[in-house]
């Protein structure tokens, strides 16, 4: 069974950094594309970085030169650095992994960014 679990959520003040990390079992990350996506109260689970198997990047415009994504594939894992949050980073944050027609999610992890 393949499961995704997130870690390193919290409450922190606008200006700080959060590392989210996901760890996988089940299965191994190697030739997965990796993703984080986030989803606040009343709006859609959109997407915030991406990660291909040769780890080329994409990233939300909201995302840019703020967070960035990486992956181990050795420790099956793939965190998110979050610098400079907003208040708007509020959100449930969650990992996402896709292999041809799978798709996996984790239960998402909370991050709150306070004024």
């Known amino acids: 069974q393949v499961r995704l679990v997130e870690s390193g959520g919290g409450k922190v003040q606008a200006g700080g950094s959060l590392r989210l990390s996901c760890a996988v079992s089940?299965?191994?990350?190697?030739?997965?594309?990796m993703g984080w996506y986030r989803q606040a109260p009343g709006k859609q689970r959109e997407m915030v970085a991406r990660i291909t198997k040769e780890k080329i990047t994409t990233y939300s415009d909201a995302a840019k030169g703020r967070f960035t994504i990486s992956r181990d594939d050795a420790r099956n894992t793939v965190d998110l650095q979050m610098n400079a949050l907003k208040p708007d980073d509020t959100a449930l944050y969650y990992c996402k992994r896709e292999y041809t027609f799978e798709v996996h999610w984790g239960q998402g992890t909370q991050v709150t960014v306070s004024t």
């Open positions: 089940g299965t191994l990350i190697k030739g997965s594309t």
